[in-house]
């Protein structure tokens, strides 16, 4: 396990156990002991009515950047797979949405939150979902398993990108999509600019611009693929609607 890595996997493992305030910060500082979570990240960016449906502590352990039921469009009987899925929020809330009929994935590195995620899901009395221990750069699926693939905050933490969204491409079916939340930078930014408005662990610095998750989607197999900024984060810097569809003849 790399250095970054290992530094987001004890982010994590904190926030699972300390209720969600040690995610994804602002600031170009993000001192463990001194960290600000304001309302560009977490639970603020679920509707009321997503938030009185969950568990209270799936909801505090929301670290994200959006929400990307808002974009996922899931329907009834979709399998849904969401990367780094955390204390769970996406995955219940997603299983809420396809119904009985569907079935909601989550996977994440954190042994902390993958006992947190399941926990809620006992909680919540959620039977169509399952919680993976893997990493979102070699999935524990199978190819063509998954409907539609979503994340919240996540790619951008990966040191691997070109690795987590081919693996994104393996596992949905054909015809499948991927509609995700994540932070991304103008297309003027530097990595060194990036560097400069927040740490790697914070959800800045390891940030893609636009055109590179454009042609890291392309790059992957997908189409139609497009990146809408929502809200900003950091100077330059912005939470992202990331959408993509992968092709009906794609194997």
Known sequence: MNEVREQVRQRYALAAVQGGDQGCCSGASCDPEQIVVDEKFGASLYSAQDAVSIPAEALAASLGCGNPLAVADLRAGERVLDLGSGGGIDVLLSARRVGPDGFAYGVDMTDEMLELA??????????????????????????????????????????????????????????????????????????????????????????????????????????DAEVTFTHEVAEGMHGAIVRARKPLAAH
């Not at 990493?135 to 951008?156: G, H, K, R």
């Open 118 to 223: 399941r926990a809620n899901a006992t909680k919540a009395g959620a039977t169509n979902v399952e919680f993976l221990r893997g990493t979102i750069e070699d999935l524990p699926l199978d190819d063509a398993v998954v409907d539609v693939v979503i994340s919240n905050c996540v790619v951008n933490l990966s040191t691997d990108k070109p690795a987590v969204l081919a693996e994104a491409f393996r596992v949905l079916v054909p015809g499948g999509r991927i509609g995700i939340s994540d932070v991304v930078a103008e297309d003027h930014l530097s990595e060194r600019d990036r560097a400069e408005r927040g740490s790697y662990v914070g959800c800045i610095a390891g940030a893609l611009s636009r055109s590179e998750y454009v042609q890291g989607l392309a790059a992957a197999g997908f189409a």
